[in-house]
Nanobody, 125 residues
Framework: QVQLVESGGGLVQAGGSLRLSCAASGRTFSSYRMGWFRQAPGKEREFVATITWTGTSTYYADSVKGRFTISRDSAKNTMYLQMNSLKPEDTAVYYC??????????????????WGQGTQVTVSS
């Protein structure tokens, strides 16, 4: 049984920062690619960033590139998303996910087998 638990969401003013955490348990994640997605009300779930569990490769959506940083601590089985220069359009429920996908960078939600419950991020203007 794989469990992913997000934390760190909250309310922040535009221009502020938040750090999200995703604690993974139940499996050895050394071969998994991990990712962050977000979903705003009335919109589809969209890709934010992904990282190999070894941390050797990262990839970002254009909308967050240069503002968000994905990282992981293998010893703690935890992944992070540092979000800086937040904008109101970043408001969404943020989800972490795990994928066994091989090949091209997986940016589609369907490429991820395991999901957390989500954490709300609200950015006020």
């Amino acid at each position: 049984q794989v469990q992913l638990v997000e934390s760190g969401g909250g309310l922040v003013q535009a221009g502020g920062s938040l750090r999200l955490s995703c604690a993974a348990s139940g499996r050895t994640f050394s071969s998994y690619r991990m990712g962050w997605f977000r979903q705003a009300p009335g919109k589809e779930r969209e890709f934010v960033a992904t990282i190999t569990w070894t941390g050797t490769s990262t990839y970002y959506a254009d909308s967050v590139k240069g503002r968000f940083t994905i990282s992981r601590d293998s010893a703690k089985n935890t992944m992070y998303l540092q979000m800086n220069s937040l904008k109101p359009e970043d408001t969404a429920v943020y989800y972490c996910a795990a994928s066994t996908h091989r090949g091209a960078v997986p940016v589609a939600p369907g490429s991820y087998e395991y999901w957390g419950q989500g954490t709300q991020v609200t950015v006020s203007s």
